[in-house]
């Protein structure tokens, strides 16, 4: 299984930026997907989540309102749309692949395949 992380990149201040995983060698329709995003000297977060057919979605607290996930299983993909961008949000963005979303859907541990991150750095 391989995930490819890409869309990362550099923004002002409520600015806008999509990050995009496109996922391989997995029956991507019947998994959820998750987003997590690691600051400097912070520890991996979550930060958003989707179940497979994409019903239900799951976000941190911090970023509802103006984050949203979604995906296209036709391109075995899934997107996080980032706006009003503040630079709290900087940070590397990992995408991740989860059987189920019916645990807590926030821990590491729950999910079992990782992206490589793609960097997002929020300016002023």
């Known amino acids: 299984v391989q995930l490819q992380a890409f869309g990362g990149g550099s923004v002002q201040t409520g600015g806008s930026l999509r990050v995009s995983c496109v996922v391989s060698e997995l029956r991507f329709s019947s998994v959820a997907m998750g987003w997590f995003r690691q600051a400097p000297g912070k520890n991996r977060e979550f930060v958003a989540a989707i179940a497979w057919g994409g019903g239900n979605k799951y976000y941190k607290d911090s970023v509802k309102g103006r984050f949203t996930i979604s995906r296209d299983d036709a391109k075995n993909s899934v997107y996080l749309q980032m706006n009003n961008l503040d630079l709290e949000d900087s940070a590397v963005y990992y995408c991740?692949?989860?059987?189920?979303?019916?645990?807590?859907?926030?821990?590491?541990?729950?999910?079992?395949?990782w992206g490589q991150g793609t960097l997002v750095t929020v300016s002023s």
């Open positions: 991740a692949v989860t059987n189920s979303l019916s645990g807590s859907r926030a821990r590491e541990d729950e999910y079992g395949y």
